[in-house]
């Protein structure tokens, strides 16, 4: 049932739980990632996007974020894990990205205001609190250690942000 789905996702991010604890279901993937997509848009909203820019950003990061796992679990003979890894990224990514809502706002309602804000502050401990999940998923999903499972969380992340960026200018 969806509370047992969401306590997963927080002993997920505390790192209590892998991605290797969630079924391979298709189904699954596809209510995460969907959950996901709000989530990305909202959070986009909440830091002053456009909908149609938020909406465009949320599609291409997970469109890339599948691409790129796809091709890395084939690439290390590993793509039996695709659904258990993607699932587990991207509702740990929503589950972030809920914390984040509060946060962005203040900011962006400091920044229209011409004030600093210590807002930004919780947003730079859900960054990393964000990289060090992701390094945890993909610890698991690749047979790795952490520390390297967050260097490939930091390059992913600077690579969507570049691309991102370069899709949508003045994001």
Avoid: K
Avoid at 133 to 157: P, S
């Amino acid at each position: 049932d969806m509370s047992t789905l969401i306590r997963f996702f927080v002993e997920l991010c505390l790192l209590r739980r892998g991605p290797q604890d969630l079924p391979g279901a298709s189904a699954l993937l596809g209510l995460v990632l969907a959950v996901h997509l709000v989530i990305a848009v909202l959070v986009g909203l909440a830091a002053g996007l456009s909908a149609p820019i938020a909406v465009g950003q949320g599609l291409a990061d997970a469109l890339l974020t599948l691409g790129l796992l796809w091709l890395a679990l084939r690439v290390t003979d590993r793509r039996p894990r695709f659904l258990q890894v993607a699932t587990a990224l991207f509702g740990a990514g929503a589950l972030l990205g809920l914390f984040a809502l509060a946060p962005l706002g203040l900011v962006a309602g400091a920044e229209s205001r011409g004030e600093t804000s210590l807002a930004g502050l919780p947003l730079l401990v859900l960054l990393f609190w964000s990289l060090l999940v992701t390094g945890h998923i993909l610890r698991h999903g690749f047979d790795l250690r952490l520390g390297q499972g967050v260097l490939i969380a930091v390059a992913y992340n600077l690579l969507a942000s570049a691309l991102v960026n370069s899709l949508f200018p003045g994001s």
